[in-house]
């Protein structure tokens, strides 16, 4: 499969713990997004990278939220101190230019107990 | 930023039946509009677009509509089958900085055999 993945599928951590994932975009796509989709609601923007550099973020993101793309190929997301509230799916797209067709990762669903 | 809201939140047809999806949206500079299809579990996958220079847009069974002056479009699909019955998300995007698709809150359909 070469579309986008995402590591792991599945994580379910304790309130309070710090949680990481990872996104491996489609290779020759320079542009990378976070999206955050809760039960039976649309996908929401997170944050997006060309590159290595982060471009925007969105007001969902609060400071317990980080995000890297270090050498501007796979991308970590990463929830600090987590909370009831993040429990979530967590999708990774990935495109190659502006106005081309966004490609989904499976993204990673997590719980907080 | 944009707003996008899509009706009805669940339709329900025959198979055979045609289906139609309708989304609004509120930034009159947004000039891309996908849609995605999302099965139980999976990802989100792109199952049509069309941009703002082009008024309808075919692809066997399923074609969609855009109305700039009224910032509306559509995804019509013909001759429903079971295997339709799935999530199905619009979203806009504008060419600009962000290049972030706002999403609606979706529609169930479900295709009944």
């Known amino acids: 499969d070469t579309g986008v993945s995402q590591d792991p599928r599945h994580k379910i951590t304790k309130r309070g713990q710090n949680v990481t994932f990872r996104c491996d975009p489609i290779?020759?796509?320079?542009?990378l997004y976070w999206y955050r989709q809760t039960l039976g609601q649309g996908p929401e923007f997170l944050t997006y990278?060309?590159?290595?550099?982060?471009?925007?973020k969105s007001r969902l993101l609060s400071d317990r939220f980080s995000a890297e793309r270090p050498k501007g190929s796979f991308s970590t997301l990463e929830i600090q101190r987590t909370e009831q509230g993040d429990s979530a799916m967590y999708l990774c797209?990935?495109?190659?230019?502006?106005?081309?067709?966004?490609?989904f990762g499976s993204g990673t669903q997590l719980s907080v107990l | 930023g944009e707003n996008v809201e899509q009706h009805p939140s669940t339709l329900s047809v025959q198979e055979g039946d045609s289906a139609v999806i309708k989304c609004t949206y509120s930034?009159?500079?947004?000039?891309?509009f996908p849609w995605y299809k999302q099965e139980l579990g999976k990802r989100p996958q792109l199952i049509i677009d069309?941009?703002?220079?082009?008024g309808e847009k075919k692809d066997q069974r399923i074609a969609v509509t855009l109305n700039k002056t009224a910032k509306h479009f559509s995804l019509h699909i013909t001759e429903t089958q079971p295997e339709d019955s799935a999530v199905y998300f619009c979203?806009?995007?504008?060419?600009?900085?962000?290049?972030?698709?706002?999403f609606g809150g979706g529609t169930r359909l479900m295709v009944k055999p």
């Open positions: 290779s020759e796509h320079n542009r």
């Open positions: 797209a990935s495109s190659s230019e502006p106005l081309e067709k966004l490609f």
């Open positions: 930034d009159s500079a947004s000039n891309y």
């Open positions: 979203a806009a995007q504008k060419g600009n900085a962000g290049n972030m698709l706002t």
């Open positions: 069309i941009r703002s220079n082009v």
């Open positions: 990278f060309q590159n290595e550099a982060q471009l925007e």
